[in-house]
């Protein structure tokens, strides 16, 4: 694809406060179009990175910056930083494969359709994209610098792990320490923002962000012979993003209406939710920082509208959700014939001989 191709591809819509926070969002957003995703392919690895002083190597990254859609300052430091631009094409692919597979069953299935609009709104939706994005975002940092992919940072220093005999053992942390303060000076968090939707954007963002601290482990390895343990070295280790997915998942299940409230004790306002019983004597009954929250009700993602397509024409199980994402309309029954291998055998040496059986598969769809 042309170069001028790409930058009109990731142009969106003017956004409201916090622009660093939303043109991230937006951008991980846009990865379908930009990637041809189709949620179904593994996370692209990259090389590791020649020497910042080889021109060849320097011009391409400065390109690639320029390309993604990002604020002003997001572009300066993605231009310092060698190896984050190929680390943000990363995180891109990495939360929307997993919004639109967290999704595939609901209504709205994180669909690129309508999300500029989305996005304008503060929604339950809102809420878990802009909760997905940091997430994948502070992931994928913290996986670049074990794995030797970005200049300015290695594997994780922290004090309490011998990780210099971790490295002689050709082991490396993933550096969620520096992951997590170099994205708060990327998105722009310095100061909270004074209305309502900033603050829920920012709280949600920050979400996303502890639902990865929440799956980093220590994980130890024993050396020795016959395997005795006469030397361990243990480091921090994240938890496959899915795991992730899945906490941030349940915590859109939960999700929390906002409103804002003065707390007299402060002096300013804050998140206020209704639906969190407090045991706090002062104060408003605030929602906790793992809760995503949001301040307008959803639309049914039932009919098509300016925030997705509707359901017509999905896939759907009978048993599962077919009422549910028709939205009462009823749904179409199809039978296919689906080829699989079948019958498969190991043959010396080393592969696997198979044939292809073919079989009916019955197909629902949602009605229009």
């Not at 670049?144 to 309490?160: H, I, Q, W």
């Given at each position: ?67 993604l ?40 299935n ?22 997905v994005s ?38 490396c ?15 722009g ?29 220590t ?9 005795s ?12 993003f899915?795991?992730?997915?899945n ?61 997705s ?60």
């Amino acid at each position: 694809m042309h170069p001028s191709r790409e930058r009109a591809l990731l142009l969106p819509p003017p956004l409201r406060v916090p622009l660093a926070a939303a043109a991230w969002c937006l951008l991980l957003l846009q990865a379908d179009a930009y990637f041809g995703l189709t949620g179904k392919e593994p996370l692209t690895q990259f090389p590791l990175l020649g020497p910042s002083t080889n021109p060849t190597h320097w011009k391409a990254h400065l390109k690639q910056c320029d390309l993604l859609r990002l604020s002003r300052k997001q572009k300066r430091l993605c231009r310092r930083e060698p190896g984050l631009a190929e680390t943000l094409r990363d995180a891109i692919r990495l939360g929307v494969v997993e919004c639109q597979y967290q999704f595939r069953n609901e209504r709205w299935n994180c669909s690129l359709d309508g999300r500029a609009d989305l996005l304008k709104r503060g929604f339950k939706e809102t809420a878990f994209l802009y909760a997905v994005s940091s997430a994948a975002l502070t992931h994928s940092l913290a996986r670049a610098c074990s794995a030797g992919r970005m200049e300015r940072c290695t594997c994780d220093d922290s004090p309490d792990l011998e990780n210099r005999k971790a490295w002689q053992w050709g082991v490396c942390g993933d550096n969620l320490k520096y992951s997590t303060r170099f994205l708060k000076n990327f998105l722009g968090q310095k100061k909270v923002g004074k209305d309502l939707r900033a603050k829920v954007d920012i709280h949600n963002t920050n979400v996303g962000i502890k639902a990865v601290k929440n799956g980093l482990k220590t994980t130890c390895k024993c050396h020795g012979v016959s395997g005795s343990c006469a030397v361990r070295t243990c480091w921090k280790q994240l938890s496959p993003f899915h795991e992730t997915g899945n906490l941030l998942k349940l915590r859109y299940d939960g999700a929390l209406k906002v409103f804002s409230a003065t707390n007299d004790a402060m002096g300013h306002s804050e998140l206020a939710s209704p639906q969190h019983h407090s045991h706090l004597a002062k104060g408003p009954p605030a929602p906790r920082a793992t809760d995503l929250v949001y301040i307008e009700d959803s639309p049914s993602f039932c009919r098509p509208s300016r925030y997705s397509v509707g359901t017509a024409g999905r896939t759907c199980s009978r048993e599962a959700n077919c009422d549910s994402m028709c939205c009462g309309r009823g749904y179409n029954i199809q039978t296919r014939m689906v080829t699989f291998s079948c019958h498969c055998q190991v043959q010396w040496c080393c592969y696997v001989e198979c044939q292809q059986c073919m079989q009916e598969e019955v197909v629902y769809s949602c009605k229009q």
